[in-house]
């Protein structure tokens, strides 16, 4: 038997699991032993005098067989990742990257750190990946490097240290070490590339596996580093015998870059009692795509839609509210002329005066709310009487007879509820089932289907608008999404000042929020074409303050 002692650092777990020890603790010592017969070991010697004869990890003899073996365990499973959005972040760390691949370690809890793990893939966000020939690509949907790290549970382990490297030519850095839960068979880590790593030595890069002698006669302890003499490494080969044959398959061309144009459009909503409702939209344009399309073409379909600053929200009631403009049909972002507000002139799809609310307009005096018009539930939507002040005896208006008053939002383009901007994604991959002879029709035809129709119980009506369009949704996780959401809490508390300019003044700093104030309109609205004077007056003012949202 031949043995010698290692001393390093005191690990923290010495301390966590016996507090008591004292500070005379302030190494670690590591017996190294081997007998020639058996593989060499190790043993923690202040961990298992603290344990008092018993075993460290009770009846799990892998875990016992990690705290007494001389090599640790290595990882072998690389990383895997997928980027995605973080609404609480507005830019992009990854638009110039020059590529991630990612590595971790093993930090035992002795302090041992193991070789370093396969490399993953290169991590490009898809933004990048599918730009082509764009010229404009909006890489702040892809913020967030989700990295999903394998985990074998060693119950000797204590922290995951993360790797990353940059280019071909960057070495590895430190970016984070995570505690080793045990208890799941990976971790999720989000990086955002917004730190400054620590460097990883090249001699650690480059040490592939901690190589351990099947027997050893002789060791000795060298610069506190453990070297074996008279060993015996390695295995006998095998012979074996193989036929390899090749099947070859055609193969189409890969990653074909087509646009799809998107123009913004304002639609009808075609509701019953609403005709002159309408909602803003968008044309999609496929006649960039391919007459052909082969069976198993997959197509991925990703479309932003961003407000220039907030989202607007109104009710629409024939004769009851008004519209903005008159503007309806695709509209054009570039037009000359300014008068319009960089949008169309006017064409035939255009609602007349009356169709866009101007009578209403004129029968209440520019009135900025709505007659009957809401968003809202005003059962949750209740003010109580105003409390008169000292000996004041004030008169109520006739409204307030009941104690409370019903409310309503959202009642008129003038009077929208608002919600801080931010983009909605929406995104599909689709899988051609067979040969498309209509191209461009088809793939519009089936984007259409899959943010319009949806299958509900038994009612596949979006699945079988697809299969009879030769598609089916590519069935991957996080591929589909038909619905976006967001969330945002903006943290207003009483009594913060949101400034405002005066009319026709700029602000010395402009706050946002000011335009994220919506006025609140009493329900009842007098007679059946006018408001009331006492209905004309907001009752209050309000923000969203903190919103979660799904369209």
């Not at 966590?16 to 603790?25: H, N, S, T, W």
């Not at 507005?90 to 070789?115: C, H, L, M």
């Not at 430190?174 to 730190?195: G, P």
Request: net charge negative; proline share 4%; with cysteine.
């Amino acid at each position: 038997m031949k043995g010698d002692i290692v001393y390093t650092n005191a690990s923290k777990v010495l301390f966590d699991e016996y507090p008591d020890i004292g500070v005379e603790f302030d190494k670690d010592a590591l017996i190294y032993f081997t007998d020639g017969v058996n593989e060499p070991r190790k043993i923690n010697a202040y961990r298992a005098f603290l344990a008092g004869g018993n075993q460290i990890h009770g009846e799990d003899i892998y875990a016992e067989a990690d705290f007494i073996t001389a090599c640790p365990r290595v990882p072998l499973k690389p990383i895997t990742f997928e980027f995605a959005f973080d609404e609480d972040r507005s830019v992009s760390n990854f638009a110039r990257t020059a590529g991630f691949k990612f590595a971790y370690q093993y930090v035992y809890k002795d302090g041992i750190e193991s070789a370093i793990s396969p490399y993953s893939d290169v991590a490009f966000p898809p933004s990048v990946l599918n730009q082509g020939s764009q010229t404009y690509v909006d890489h702040s949907q892809f913020n967030r490097c989700i990295l999903t790290i394998p985990s074998e549970n060693i119950k000797e382990v204590k922290q995951i240290r993360v790797l990353a490297k940059e280019g071909a030519t960057g070495g590895f850095g430190v970016i984070e070490e995570i505690e080793d839960f045990n208890v799941s068979d990976f971790q999720t880590y989000n990086f955002y590339n917004d730190r400054i790593s620590r460097a990883v030595s090249t001699d650690e890069v480059n040490k592939q596996f901690d190589s351990v002698p099947r027997t050893a006669v002789s060791q000795a302890a060298v610069s506190n580093r453990m070297t074996y003499g008279n060993y015996l490494d390695g295995f006998d080969n095998v012979k074996t015998n193989a036929t390899v044959s090749a099947v070859y398959k055609a193969r189409g061309e890969d990653f074909k870059t087509f646009d799809i144009k998107v123009q913004p459009s304002i639609s009808p909503l075609e509701v019953e009692g609403k005709q002159n409702a309408k909602t803003v939209g968008f044309v999609l344009d496929c006649s960039d795509l391919p007459s052909e399309i082969s069976q198993d073409t997959l197509i991925d379909f990703k479309l932003t839609v961003a407000p220039e600053r907030n989202w607007h929200l109104y009710d629409f009631i024939d004769g009851e509210s008004y519209h903005q403009s008159k503007h309806l049909g695709p509209q054009d972002q570039e037009a000359s002329s300014t008068y319009y507000n960089n949008a169309n002139v006017q064409t035939f799809f255009h609602q007349t005066d009356e169709e866009a609310g101007l009578e209403y307009l004129n029968s209440n005096g520019a009135n900025v709310f709505g007659l009957n018009t809401k968003v809202n539930d005003t059962n949750f939507w209740n003010f109580d009487q105003p409390v008169q002040a000292g000996d004041t005896q004030e008169s109520f208006p006739s409204i307030w007879s009941g104690g409370t008053l019903q409310a309503s939002i959202g009642t008129s383009a003038g009077n929208p509820l608002i919600f801080k901007g931010a983009p909605l994604v929406f995104k599909v991959k689709i899988r051609s089932t067979e040969d498309i002879g209509s191209g461009p029709e088809s793939v519009a035809s089936a984007l259409e289907a899959c943010f319009t129709l949806q299958d509900v119980g038994a009612n596949l009506a979006l699945s079988s608008t697809l299969n009879s369009l030769g598609f089916q949704i590519e069935d991957e996780e996080n591929s589909f999404q038909a619905r976006p959401s967001y969330s945002y809490d903006l943290n207003i508390q009483d009594g913060d000042i949101i400034g405002q300019p005066y009319a026709e003044t700029e602000p010395e700093v402009d706050d946002f929020r000011n335009k994220l104030i919506c006025s609140v309109k009493a329900l009842s609205a007098g007679s059946a074409t006018t408001v009331g004077g006492f209905n004309r007056v907001p009752i209050c003012h309000y923000i969203e303050n903190k919103v979660k949202l799904k369209i």
